[in-house]
């Protein structure tokens, strides 16, 4: 079985056995090229992803567009999934909006249904967009300033070797960046560090695009920094 045949499995197994609340947004599979050697994990969908049935769409997918554009490549060429599935959110003024997983909610998706997806699409090398995606992956003392941007290597103590037990062989280089609605958040709160901020996550895809074209990252040593809460 071929990898989109085998993502397709999962999928449809996915769906079958998985409800999110509200029943109405389904969960969202991930999306892209399965035969790419770079995968983007995100926390979870948004309420706009769970009407589209993709990963980043609507306004934080559409800057996500840009940014790829501008780095010279496409979400067709890299494979796009979260570390939840459902749309997570919480009420705030009467309105639902987005929220990162709990702990609890990690540990429920990621062996079952993560752990499974990477398996199956062997990356050479996994961004990480948030914070806490890429704290996941390299461990709670990650920081997304001056840490992020960089190829790191996943350490023995990394939580999702804890809950999933491995990563494929040769284990794939992971990169911290922030979220995509971080740029949003720039723009409305802080305009004029708008133009150097997106400037920053474009050289860091970049790096992305490398690989891409077949040049291997090559791993950067931990740095201490100051977190981004995205």
């Known amino acids: 079985m071929d990898k989109r045949a085998s993502l397709e499995a999962l999928n449809k197994q996915m769906l079958a056995e998985v409800s999110c609340n509200p029943p109405e947004s389904p969960p969202v599979a991930g999306a892209g090229n399965p035969d790419s050697p770079v ?9 706009t992803d769970t009407q589209t049935g ?17 780095a010279g490549f496409s979400r067709d060429d890299v494979y796009i999934t979260n570390l939840v599935k459902c749309w997570l959110w919480k009420e ?4 639902k909006v987005n929220r990162t997983p709990t702990a609890k909610e990690i540990k429920s998706w990621v062996p079952a249904w993560l752990k499974p ?9 996994i961004v990480c967009l948030g914070g806490p995606t890429a704290q996941h992956f390299l461990g709670k003392d990650f920081k997304i300033t001056l840490q992020g941007g960089k190829w790191l290597e996943v350490p023995p103590e990394s939580p999702y070797l804890k809950l999933a037990g491995s ?8 990169m911290g960046i922030p979220q995509p609605s971080y740029l949003i958040h720039i723009r409305e709160h802080s305009p004029e560090s708008y133009p150097a901020a997106r400037a920053n996550m474009v050289a860091d895809l970049l790096k992305v695009e490398a690989v891409l074209e077949g040049k291997v990252p090559n791993p ?7 977190d981004i809460p995205f």
Do not use: C, W
């Open 92 to 95: 705030e003024n009467g309105i």
């Open 167 to 174: 990563l494929p062989s040769p284990k794939p280089l992971i």
């Open 220 to 226: 950067a040593p931990s740095l201490p920094g100051v």
């Open 117 to 125: 997806e990477i398996d199956i699409i062997q990356p050479k090398a």
């Open 39 to 47: 995968m983007f994990i995100g926390h979870n969908p948004s309420g």
């Open 54 to 70: 993709r990963p980043y769409t609507g306004p934080a997918g559409e800057i996500f567009d840009e940014l790829l554009a501008q």
